[in-house]
């Protein structure tokens, strides 16, 4: 326990150039973290062995869309001899964590209330762990807003539904803010990773973030709707002249804790309609699981380029 | 497609004594309405056929668990020579439905955003497959204020964390609010089917329902916290005060969903620890999973008895 006590104090030792900042005393006085959600622990599994070496947390929706990156990644970086990334979340199907050499791949579930869990005990972990340098992404899914369907979305700005960068929450209580601040280094860095060859297209654009897919992102073929395609379409040329390019669930609570945890981060997404043309995702499945793969590629690049450099 | 636009039209007239209201007319337009999030689509697939019999959709936010509900509520109906029950979101992993006889059985996921999807979409696949006089349950799990852990509470009240009943959503840039009205009489016919002989309580209380596990449910062990023990324990004190028994993530958006598609509804979940003593999650996985079929033995008590009195 003294050992743990110990890791704990030294929390704001463990900074690197850019280190994980947990800005949380409380977790001094705990004898053992149960990373509950993902059925870890910091005492009943030696984190630091097991997750010491991870440097890039990609983080996406779907288990098995993330598990699918996982077996990229790890045969992109020649390490296919590993054998198949394994689930470290495997007592537990809230959440999926694969890991790829220096690569986790993480699913999250649908929306920032599902993403918040995984991404404080991510966190956690990765500070138990004593990584050091940590970048994480969100490579998802989202609809766009006069692009190309299969288009890549690098998040230069990501705004609630009243077109504000804030995420806001209540705690005890009250709503407190928690400003989602773009690391735009990164978002260049991730942009320059699109190559003239690629058959889509990579953009940087602002990502609306909605609690909900239906009402919530204008569409009118929910169960609930109260308002017709005419208001639909205002609001989205509304949005558009704002310079928002995509909308999906989980970009601003990302980058706002990525801001807050003092970590590298970045959302790209791919579009999966244009939301001019409808509301349905009526593409086939097939296709919609190759364009899937395109923001996928963007992040493996930058993963592969930061290796080189450091190696 | 005509017969499409003659069921659509005729929404109206699917009522039963509480039928399912989907209050949309945008729908009479679609030829076709893919239920993206489960891959089941009302043209592609006979939804009447597979689904016309359901009487009641039990929702929780695991697969794995509503698996189990699943199985346990076709034994308990003695249905089981029908074989383990069929997921007929199969095609996606998303989301799961379960189906055993009448009874579908559905994994949420995580918070509001997670559940608005699922719960949409199944409230059109009821409105397609004809169902009349169907119920809605939440069966879940939750942190308990001042009570015994593993007690079940049927929610009378539901509300967030400014403890107002009301669920709040930003629609075309405008905050809206759906009040969570729950169904009295759901409530105490649940809450009367505990019986004396259970080794578990069951009690009506009100619902905290928080867009957060960790900040948003006051607990000072995520990965942030701005806010003391102190502070955390003047909180739950107040919180009980106001009659507040257990804290969630998903009833408020169930239940404003459920009233707001005339569909009754109610939310029952087990505590798995008393926030007084503690927030994190330290008794064994097994006892947990004992705890999680209360609020399912209650719920299918309830089931049972309903269908015994219409047959």
Redesign the interface.
Known sequence: MDALKEQNQDAKLITGNRGVR???E??KR?T???L??I?LSNVQHDLGQLFGDVKFVCFG????RMEKFASFISKELGLEDNGPPKNYAG????YAVYKAGPVLSVSH??????L??I???I??LV?YAGCRDVTFFRIGTSGGLGLEPGTVVVSERVV????EPSYK?????KTIDRPAVVDTTLVEDLANCSLNSDNFKTVKGTTLC???????Q?R??????????G??FS?LR?LKDNGVTNME?ESLGFIA?CH??NIKGAVCCVTLLDRFEGD???TN?QLLSEWQTFPQIIVSRYIQQKLNESS
């Open positions: 947990l800005n949380n409380n977790l705990l053992e973290d149960h509950y959600h059925a929706g779907q288990s098995s007592n537990t199907d809230r579930g649908i929306g920032i209330p599902s918040s869990i991404f404080q005990e966190v956690k500070y609630n539904g009243a077109l929450m209540v705690v005890l209580g909605a609690d909900d897919f239906y009402e919530g204008g009118v073929d929910g169960a609930f709707c109260e308002h017709e395609d208001e639909k609001w509304k669930m804790m807050r945890a349905g995702l009526t499945r």
